[in-house]
């Protein structure tokens, strides 16, 4: 793992996974800086950004200077340059983000940033839309050898149901929803994923290439609902919705339209045998076995507990 005094900025630094990631590099000592729209973080790492405020993008790279001013002021060592070598990149919750996205891509580039690695979605190829026109763009700057790169598309994230719209329906109604029928998806723990993460944001040569970040097992959402019915020892159901009902009631939730309708075509495509597949990756990677859907829920039944 490569050690330096250049910072690692991780887009996204207070959510699911990017504060994961920000905290597994913090715990191996190496600088990092999470941006968020609050701009706060852990162990005061944090720095405001915002998409669509463009007068936000210079904040990490002016917070990476003054680090590395008082680091040199302190006599530890650091580089002087308060440069920014590595950069996660997690999209702003808005289905049209390609643009903005690549346009901060080309932003950081001039500021010297080498290496970018994006967070897609096991669901969307390169060249698709949003995230997937992204991808292309860093596997065509890779191409030309202006960047290093890769691209992590995890499937579903077993944090998922600690969402409200899923804590509210398990504790309230003793049910789960979904329109997949009993299509499988490879759950994947977020934890693993920021450990993919740090593993292709530090290594010492590129990858330059993209990863299906899956989980260990393939689980339906009815066997989601039987071992959550083991594990809080009360009976949990999937209902199984058609694509219209669930847009609904992803919007009865607060979900704009336009992404419910987006929502509910990823169920139909798990439906249709999408996500029926598993790899190797998160242990190639990480040297770990991905975490299990059972232990995860295990480890994390009080928030789904009646009162």
Same mark, same amino acid.
């Given at each position: 793992? *490569? /050690? @330096?005094?250049?910072?690692?900025?991780?887009? #996204? &630094?207070? %959510?699911?996974?990017?504060? =994961?990631? +920000?905290?597994?590099?913090?715990?191996?000592?190496?600088?990092?800086?999470?941006?968020?729209?609050?701009?706060?973080?852990?162990?005061?790492?944090?720095?405001?950004?915002?998409?669509?405020?463009?007068?936000?993008?210079?904040?990490?790279?002016?917070?990476?200077?003054? *680090? /590395? @001013?008082?680091?040199?002021?302190?006599?530890? #060592? &650091?580089? %002087?340059?308060?440069?920014? =070598?590595? +950069?996660?990149?997690?999209?702003?919750?808005?289905?049209?983000?390609?643009?903005?996205?690549?346009?901060?891509?080309?932003?950081?580039?001039?500021?010297?940033?080498?290496?970018?690695?994006?967070?897609?979605?096991?669901?969307?190829?390169?060249?698709?839309?949003?995230?997937?026109?992204?991808?292309?763009?860093?596997?065509?700057? #890779?191409?030309? %050898?202006?960047?290093?790169?890769?691209?992590?598309?995890?499937?579903?994230?077993?944090?998922?149901?600690?969402?409200?719209?899923?804590?509210?329906?398990?504790?309230?109604?003793?049910?789960?929803?979904?329109?997949?029928?009993?299509?499988?998806?490879?759950?994947?723990?977020?934890?693993?994923?920021?450990?993919?993460?740090?593993?292709?944001?530090?290594?010492?040569?590129?990858?330059?290439?993209?990863?299906?970040?899956?989980?260990?097992?393939?689980?339906?959402?009815?066997?989601?609902?039987?071992?959550?019915?083991?594990?809080?020892?009360?009976?949990?159901?999937?209902?199984?919705?058609?694509?219209?009902?669930?847009?609904?009631?992803?919007?009865?939730?607060?979900?704009?339209?336009?992404?419910?309708?987006?929502?509910?075509?990823?169920?139909?495509?798990?439906?249709?045998?999408?996500?029926?597949?598993?790899?190797?990756?998160?242990?190639?990677?990480?040297?770990?076995?991905?975490?299990?859907?059972?232990?995860?829920?295990?480890?994390?039944?009080?928030?789904?507990?009646?009162?």
């Amino acid at each position: 793992m *490569a /050690t @330096t005094d250049s910072t690692i900025l991780v887009l #996204g &630094g207070t %959510g699911t996974v990017g504060s =994961r990631i +920000v905290s597994q590099l913090t715990a191996l000592r190496q600088p990092v800086l999470g941006a968020s729209r609050k701009g706060t973080g852990d162990q005061g790492v944090g720095v405001v950004f915002k998409w669509q405020d463009r007068a936000t993008w210079d904040n990490p790279f002016k917070a990476a200077a003054v *680090a /590395t @001013t008082n680091n040199d002021d302190s006599g530890s #060592g &650091g580089s %002087g340059s308060g440069s920014i =070598r590595a +950069v996660y990149l997690i999209a702003p919750p808005v289905l049209d983000s390609a643009g903005v996205m690549m346009e901060f891509v080309d932003f950081a580039r001039a500021k010297g940033v080498r290496r970018f690695v994006l967070q897609s979605a096991s669901a969307i190829e390169s060249g698709g839309p949003a995230m997937g026109m992204v991808h292309a763009y860093l596997r065509e700057l #890779g191409q030309q %050898g202006e960047v290093d790169w890769a691209v992590l598309r995890p499937t579903w994230f077993q944090q998922n149901f600690q969402q409200p719209r899923h804590v509210q329906t398990i504790k309230e109604e003793g049910k789960i929803y979904s329109a997949t029928s009993d299509g499988k998806i490879p759950w994947v723990s977020a934890d693993d994923i920021a450990a993919v993460a740090v593993q292709v944001l530090t290594s010492p040569s590129p990858h330059n290439t993209e990863y299906l970040v899956l989980g260990p097992e393939l689980l339906s959402y009815r066997d989601i609902a039987e071992t959550l019915s083991e594990v809080l020892g009360r009976r949990i159901v999937h209902v199984d919705l058609t694509s219209d009902d669930m847009e609904k009631l992803h919007q009865s939730f607060g979900m704009p339209e336009d992404y419910s309708r987006m929502m509910g075509s990823l169920d139909t495509a798990i439906k249709q045998g999408q996500e029926n597949r598993t790899n190797d990756v998160v242990e190639l990677l990480t040297g770990s076995a991905p975490a299990r859907f059972r232990d995860f829920a295990e480890s994390n039944k009080a928030i789904w507990a009646q009162s």
